[in-house]
């Protein structure tokens, strides 16, 4: 008996669905005509007609136009939009999801193909580090060259000539000396000749800093005749056409330092202590300029763990640090100063 | 925002996840190789449990569980691309334009991680033609010639994507 009185309200059901179907259907054609260039006053006449016949239409109508609305307002910003294309370039096929190692190959063939361009690639380099990895190595002629984090560099040695080029990132080397054959470090803002010594190279975006830990480099910028000695204790930048005055270091300290893993800095700006630490972390560590370079910085940062570093930071500074994703830490400026609690005994100091 | 279940809820509930949450986490263990990743999607995938409308009705609550634990796997996957496309996006402005805000940050990858998980699942011609057509504007004869068909066909791949859309939003929403 069940059976006989459920079948008609069954096949209601299945009705209803089909009628629901027909009515998602029209509404996706008349938006597409709509959206056409062959639609005229009478379609759109037609339209309003066929919408105020039943809310049902205006309900499936509405439901397209939120997720179209969605749609665009993500392709009105140029990152969002080439989000969207690459993420849906590739054939459809949700098991494609199945681990994130297809955006990981994906994410690398994007960085690969600007690396391709860029002169100073460091893809083939002869030594380098990943990110949270320091490396001592021998060089042929007994020179002692380290690697700190996400650093590469290329070795050219000749009868004539040591050439060390320093493709992304800090080296500290300790030069053997070999009157025959001088010792150059190069990057893309000049040169630098060894003359007997041990010094750090620095490569960023904006210039080349050389800090002198002991005896003298000759320091030639990109495009310029004259050459500019640099003694211990000193600290210069290169920059195209230009090594900037010597500033006074602590060449002991940095020494200690750099063989500690840590980052010294003496009266830096906070921005460009953040941009010197994020050489040492995965991912992006993101703040606002304006926020950070009245803020000037003296401390010794730990930076195997640069967690720490950005706590030791903040309990100096009125700083807020968000970890947003393991990929994705936010520093910002607060109003009102750490509370007391917070602050530690670390090596961190405001200036 | 809390979750109410009468207590007959709760004690179901409470029943599967007794016996089967240590289940859940080792089969999720296996399948990612990490013990504090399986223990995460684990817990997510017992909140779905109980909110599921289903709950006592469920028959096979392990299939269920699968089920559920592998859209999360898929939906986590997605998340972290969406996230990786778009930080690389941004950092490859970053010189050019100010830092957006944090929170508009994670909004947006999490906007972008539904579109695309809506999109994902319609065909390919279809999605090409309605990318095309949202993303970059085109006219159905353009997108005609790019894909190499006819208007008619264009039109009726728009039609699709819509539909396809459209039922995908009522999924959601229960």
New interface residues.
Partial sequence: MSELAHQPAHEAEARAATVRATIVRQAAEWLVLLASREASAADEAAFNAWMAADPAHARAVGAMRGFVGKLNSAAGDASQRAVLRQALHKPSNSRGWRGAAAAMLLLGAMIGGWQLFNPWSAIFADLRTDTAEWKNEVLPDQSHLALASATAVDIKFSAHERKVALLKGEILVDVAPDPQRPFVVQTPHGTMRALGTRFVVTLTDNGTTLTMLHSKVEARADGQEDARVVMAGEQVVLSPAHVSTPVAIDAEGVAAAWSAHQLMVQDQPLNQVLDSLWRYRRGIVMYRNTDMDAMHVSALLPLEDTDRALQLLASSFPLRIRHLTPWLTWVEKVEKPAPADQVSNGPAQGS | MSLILCPRRRDVAEMLYTQHHSWLQGWLRKKLGCAHGAADIAQDTFLRLMASRDLLMLQEPRAFLTRTATRL??DD??H????????????A??EHA??PD?AK??E?VR??A???S???????KP?QAF?M???EEL??DEIASRLSVSSRMV?KY???A??H???A??QVQP
């Fill in positions: 796997l898929i996957a997605r972290k691309k969406i996230e990786a496309l778009y930080l690389e996006e941004l950092a402005q970053l100010h830092a944090p940050m994670l947006a906007a972008l539904y579109l695309v809506v999109l994902e699942t319609l065909p390919e999605r990318l057509a949202q993303l006219g159905h039109r728009l039609v699709q819509l539909v859309c459209h039922d939003l009522e």
